[in-house]
């Protein structure tokens, strides 16, 4: 049986490297939901918990393309449409005159794809989670490295998964409480 | 340098000349770089230079408040003259911030370790820097309330903006630069003020900070989207930097002034810029690192090189002049080659040769090791070039606009207190945001530091 008001178990870690080693041994032991915190994006952390291409890419195309297919069909109708002005005889759609502000406009839905995208699929902002209530956790944020086993995963054991993080040498190893 | 050392020039230093001071850690460089907001008191200097910048700025509002009294009048503008100092001021402090820019996403797309500690504060100096832009061209318009009737939107009178000016480009131009450019500086700040939530003390500060960082937890499944995400941003700001002054140029270029109407603006006009943000960067990295003992963090290779970037775009607006010389006199049209005699022997020449001094002359010198290793002289020169870029800008609007086709068009040009009040203002203005800045956020990027200290120390294995 597993108590409701367990998030997981982690543990805690002096340098990078000894993140990766964990993290590596803790998936060959067979865990999937597990997640590292690091201060600092670490090279290779993203391949050891098994991370595959992310959505971030794909959503700032979609909006790079809404703002430039937006942003030349807002001056289109503005300016061939909705307001024509004969200005001696020239065309009405002088699409040259509108690569500045398409272009413009691309750049600014794609940037807005790209930090709002990344933001919604982080789930942030996310100001209270579980992972705070442990006090060593602070220095996540400035210089350890920690490992979290989640309670959701299906072979998620106290004892066993304790064990297995005193194996792979961390230190400070504490249940995270859900509340 | 301290002593003991080998000389400066020896070929040793030189190759060895770090991106970060010996011996730190990620703990030391979390603790030194967040205790200047969280720990360190604020020092008297502090508050003095504060003071004297917001009063500066002070002088702005009243100079503002004085022109939406009374209307342009105030200005030295009048036909034909119609740009006076808004136009030249706006274009100068645009140009300034090109450089952060260029920092944090040309130089990050090129893997250069040497930006992670300057790029901070030089995006917040692009921020500042376009915030003093703004300011111009909004209350050049006479009436500022109004500036709403550039963006496109269903207006009860039915107009829509004239999407074929140049001056709606600008619009677009300039005010996604300006989003684009805040949204790069947050996500930068994201994971640090994370960190400085952890480490504040003060449960008000906590709660500030805890709120601003969106609760970021340093997950590796966040940082995985985070890193995409930021490199995507500094992808889409490295075209978005050299199309704003493009696009500046423009202003001058799709017109048919003499000395405007010209196809070499946009590329000279993005090197003065990128050239005068960088010599706005060192004007502020000098005496930051100096009252901030950030000497391990900003080291003589930043200055170095932030030094070389310096003279290489100088060249290449020499590069520019010369070529905009030539090219007038060559095509033999004869307002052109009128207008190249002006600025030789007009009423303005001094300008131009002053410009012509401080903007190719005097920056030969950073060729020497020497030079570019003394921060006195180096922080001179960097208000030297501020200056001759802002000279640019003047020849270019008022010895056009002075001196065009008709002579019965032709005036003259002086600013008056009013001009000058609200330019030096943006100045205080400029101050008292990076004052604020530093106080109240890291002024470096801790977690791209440790990021530098991981990789340093691997390099050392």
New interface residues.
Partial sequence: MQRSDLYGVMGEFGTPEELLQAVKKIRQAGYRRLDAYAPFPIEGLSDALGLKRNLVPAITLLGGLAGGIGGFGLQYWAAAITYPLNIGGRPLNSWPAFIPVTFELTILGASFAAVFGMLALNRLPHPHHPVFNVARFTHASSDRFFVCIEANDPNFHVEKCARLLQEVHAHHITEVSNE | MSAGQPPFDSPEIRRLSPVIGPGH???SV??KISAIVLTRPTSLGWYVGFLIAFSVMGMMTVAIAWLVIKGTGIWGINIPIGWGFAIVNFVWWIGIGHAGTLISAILFLLNQKWRTSINRFAEAMTLFAVACAGIFPLIHTGRPWLAFYMM?YPSTM???????S?L??DV??VS?YG??SL??W??GLI?DL??L???SIRKPLKIIY??LS????????????????YL??AG??T??VL?VHT?VS?DFAIAIVPGWHTTIFPPYFVAGAIYSGFAMVLTIAIPLRKAYALEDFITMRHLDNMAKVMLATGLIVAYGYFFEFFLSLYSGNKFDVFLVQQRLHGPYAPFYFALILSNILVPQLLWSYKVRHNVVVLFLMSIVVNIGMWLERFVIVVISLTRDFVPSAWGRYSPTFWDWATFIGTMGMFVTLLFLFVRVLPAISI??M??LV?ETSEEEK
Avoid: K
Avoid at chain 2, 158 to 164: A, D, K, L, M, Y
Avoid at chain 2, 214 to 229: E, N, P, V
């Fill in positions: 850690t990620y703990g979390t603790d496109p039915g107009i829509w903006p004239q999407f074929r140049p709606i480009w677009f131009a996604t989003t684009v949204m790069f947050f996500v994971p994370a960190t939530r952890d480490r805890g709120m969106l609760g970021w937890r340093g997950s590796g499944r966040h940082w995985h989207r985070y890193q995409s995400a995507l941003l889409l700001a075209p978005l199309s696009v423009f977690a791209e440790r990021e991981a």
